[in-house]
């Protein structure tokens, strides 16, 4: 099972729900679903709403190990305005 689909069962939301909560359309969470990359700045507001739902995800969950710290890194960025 995908990653995303896994996280958004477990926080109990539809995809459309999602969608609104990370700022993109119920298209785009299903692409992410079958697979498609989640940019790190839709990672960072998925462990944002999953926080504020009481479920800890970190960019480990979201990407897997080997690319989590260059999520992060990149997110990062992106929020310093480097």
């Not at 960072?44 to 480990?60: D, H």
């Amino acid at each position: 099972m995908n990653t995303i689909k896994t996280i958004r069962e477990r926080l109990g939301v539809t995809q459309a729900v999602l969608a609104q909560a990370v700022g993109r359309t119920q298209g785009n969470v299903a692409f992410y679903e079958r697979g498609q990359s989640v940019p790190s700045d839709v990672a960072k507001r998925l462990i944002v709403f999953a926080s504020e739902r009481g479920v800890v995800l970190s960019y480990e969950d979201i990407y897997g190990p080997a690319l989590a710290n260059s999520a992060q890194a990149a997110t990062e960025t992106v929020v310093q305005g480097v």
